[in-house]
């Protein structure tokens, strides 16, 4: 299928705990997203969810499977390649914000567009531009620690896109806030998806926030299970 622009092929994961211990946590996991698609993962604690986001985002490596992202296989590629396609093509955003404390909001989205060769005035007119769409203009430049908690994490979500990617990566990205916040920034976060057309896997435990997604996957035995 052509505008599939992300798949993950037939994913084996292992952990070994000591010597007779073993969790399959992927095995034989397969999933496909489409260009502008955006899906849920709903599963328990411990079902794989942060395991499989890492693999995604070429954080870790399969034991066995293949990493498919606009139809180039990624998980055999060397050091340089991957960190080139997670700097370009593929953002992500954490339950916790991980903003550096020491830099205002604007520089928090700056500086990884300068660390991909964008001059600073055109990275400060992207991180103007994204900060407004998720009504944090007027705060770009406060540090972390002089924003909300929901602020914290629009400007975390900024800072995924700052390098225009074309997949976004997100684990329990408003499990951090609550309720009523976690909805407003969630959002914020699926208007600006839609907007720019990106691909996005969100894990998220809310299933209110999951039913707002195009469609929700799971993960039970290693394997993953479409509604
Ligand atoms: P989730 O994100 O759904 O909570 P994880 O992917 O973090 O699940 O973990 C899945 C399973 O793999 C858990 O049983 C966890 O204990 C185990 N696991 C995760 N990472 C490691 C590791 N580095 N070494 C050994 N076991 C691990």
């Known amino acids: 299928m052509s505008d599939v622009i992300f798949e993950l092929r037939d994913l084996r994961k292992t952990y070994n705990l000591g010597q007779v211990n073993q969790v399959d946590v992927l095995a034989k996991a397969n999933l496909k997203l489409k260009a502008g698609e955006v899906v ?27 990493v498919l992202l606009n139809g180039e296989i990624l998980n055999l590629k060397n050091d340089e390649r991957r960190t080139t396609v997670r700097r370009h093509d593929i953002g992500f955003i954490y339950q916790f914000h991980h903003l550096l404390p020491e830099f205002t909001a604007a520089e928090n989205v700056i500086l990884p567009q300068m660390a991909d060769g964008v001059s600073r005035s055109k990275a400060y007119g992207r991180a103007a531009m994204l900060l407004s ?49 976690s909805h407003q920034v969630f959002d914020n976060l699926l208007s600006i998806v839609r907007e720019t057309g990106l691909s996005a896997l969100i894990a998220t435990h809310n299933p209110v926030i999951a039913e707002r997604m195009d469609r929700v996957i799971s993960l039970n035995e290693g394997t993953i299970s479409q509604d």
């Open 133 to 181: 769409k998720v009504g944090l203009a007027e705060r770009a430049n406060h540090r972390p620690t002089e924003l909300s908690g929901g602020e914290q994490q629009r400007v975390a979500f900024c800072r995924a896109l700052a390098n225009s990617p074309s997949l976004l990566l997100a684990d329990e990205p408003t499990g951090n806030l609550d309720q009523a916040t």
């Open 40 to 66: 849920a993962l709903v599963a328990p604690s411990g079902a794989g969810k942060s395991t499989l986001l890492h693999i995604a985002g070429l954080l870790d490596t399969p034991d066995d499977g293949d």
